[in-house]
């Protein structure tokens, strides 16, 4: 073989660089392309969308009430399924605590609810426990009336799956002490049907656990009766909420409990000093307990200032007050709708919490930065954390056997005494066969306790 022509050399730099600018210029197409693309179908992450890559779990919402107060539980007259912002009976002008529907739970990207079976304190020492279970009860019946929307759940490992099925993973939870009538027996029973926490009190007192704002004058604090309601609960797996129970209360509950604690739907004592949010030493305690503070919504827990409106701003001050304390794993959302009579301005229903999530990603000068994965734990992996250190403490104590501690006559008579009640005239428990009223109203003085211990008055007596 001869030395290669010219011609032949020129051929092959030709065809060459032919494919050189050839694969240039596919490159460059494909390039174009992959670029329009992405730039029609990707915009910038909004807060929002952390709530598509975990639920937003809402530790307090006060709809079965409503049913209750309106309908008497009939749910067949309740119109869930249409948006009810504008109705006659349950839109916002007629109604001032109905913020809650399925289209607007919808909107606002729910994906797990608390309903809550509150009953009046003034069933306290009467027929609360009947109440409490008629609104159990609502709460089962109303889940399983909407199928392809609700789902009832009792375990922390259903409420993802449930969620990605596309329905709200709901569950029941007690609000106030005094549904319990101070028994275990009832508490058990309460878990059995689905309940998954209870809020120690609720505005009044029980013969165990002072509410809010009893923190001087006579109080008990935590007894020991209500410490054994603590263990029993930690026990069975049942949450224990300490939302509206007093400082003290909070205080001694941290102290013993066994597992972490939620505040279903309380705000902080720091930023607007109202008596149901908690204090900065509390939320400390919280954190150690790897518990939970659920931000309540209600414009006067979360603004101080009569002179001027709550607005969604202010919801933001406390949820970063919570997490610049004692960090983002230990805050929450329980907004309290349909329990309350006004909501911030742009958070006025279910459908708004979106809007909080994007406001907090644009984390403003002075705010702390949330990226996807903090606004994700503060929409539900937090609370789910939780949930799942509750049942890990219950399993770890399977050996405990069901505590059988039954409340002293005294103590009840002493409690009802402290309401201005008169004390056993509902009651007809045997425990009330060992109550000596000479010997209290010797040992106590009960003039020292109907003068001091009224600060928050809610019950009445006349008669059974
Ligand atoms: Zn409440």
């Known amino acids: 073989m001869g030395e290669p022509s010219k011609s032949s050399n020129i051929y092959k730099y030709c065809t060459g660089r032919m494919m ?41 919402n006060d709809l079965p009430y409503n049913l209750y107060g309106k309908l008497n539980n009939k749910l067949s007259d309740y119109p869930f399924e249409s948006d009810l912002t504008h109705d006659d009976v349950w839109g916002k002008t007629a109604c ?11 909107a606002g990207k729910v994906g797990g609810q608390f309903w809550v079976a509150y009953v009046s304190c003034s069933s306290q020492y009467k027929d609360s426990v009947q109440l409490t279970l008629r609104q159990i009860d609502v709460i089962r019946r109303f889940v399983e009336r909407y199928p392809a929307n609700l789902q009832f759940i009792t375990a922390a490992e259903d409420i993802e799956p449930t969620w990605r099925s596309g329905k709200i993973a709901s569950m029941i939870g007690v609000e106030g002490g005094h549904s319990l009538d101070s028994s275990l027996a009832i508490l058990r029973l309460y878990y059995d049907l689905g309940v998954r926490y209870v809020t120690l009190t609720h505005t009044c007192n029980t013969p165990w656990a002072d509410a809010s704002p009893m923190d001087d004058g006579y109080v008990y604090n935590l007894t020991e009766f209500g410490q054994t309601v603590v263990y029993e609960m930690n026990r069975i797996g049942m949450l224990v909420d300490l939302s509206h129970v007093s400082h003290n209360v909070m205080r ?16 902080a004592f720091s930023v607007c000093g109202h008596y149901r949010n908690v204090p900065d030493d509390v939320l400390h305690l919280v954190k150690k307990n790897n518990g939970i503070v659920m931000v309540n919504f209600y414009s006067e827990f979360v603004n101080c200032n009569s ?66 994965e903090d606004l994700e734990k503060l929409a539900g992996r937090n609370f789910i954390r939780v949930f ?25 008579y002493i409690a009802q005494k402290r309401e ?12 009330w066969n060992d109550v000596n009223t000479t010997d209290i109203e010797q040992s106590v003085s009960l003039s020292t306790i109907t003068n001091k211990a009224r600060v928050y008055r809610s019950l009445e007596v006349e008669g059974c």
Request: charged share 25%.
């Open 252 to 267: 001694d509950v941290l102290a013993i409990t066994r597992a972490p604690v939620i505040f279903s739907h309380s705000s």
């Open 307 to 372: 002179s001027r409106n709550a607005t969604m701003e202010d919801v933001i001050k406390h949820i970063n007050h919570i997490r610049n304390l004692i960090g983002v794993d230990h805050v929450g959302i329980g907004g309290d709708y349909d329990g309350v009579g006004s909501m911030p301005v742009g958070l006025d229903d279910v459908s708004k919490y979106p809007n909080l999530f994007d406001r907090l990603y644009e984390s403003r000068e002075g705010e702390p930065t949330w990226t996807k």
């Open 420 to 431: 201005g009640l008169n004390p056993g005239s509902c009651q007809s428990a045997i425990e």
């Open 96 to 106: 001032s605590t109905c913020y809650t529907d399925l289209p607007r739970l919808k």
């Open 388 to 412: 799942q250190a509750v049942e890990a403490v219950r399993d770890s104590l399977k050996s405990e056997s069901p505590r059988e501690d039954v409340i002293t006559g005294n103590e009840l």
């Open 20 to 60: 050189y600018i050839n694969v240039a210029v596919c490159l460059s197409v494909l390039l174009l392309v992959i670029g329009l693309s992405v730039g029609l179908t990707v915009r910038p992450f909004k807060g929002r969308d952390a709530l598509d890559s975990a639920p937003l779990i809402d530790g307090h």
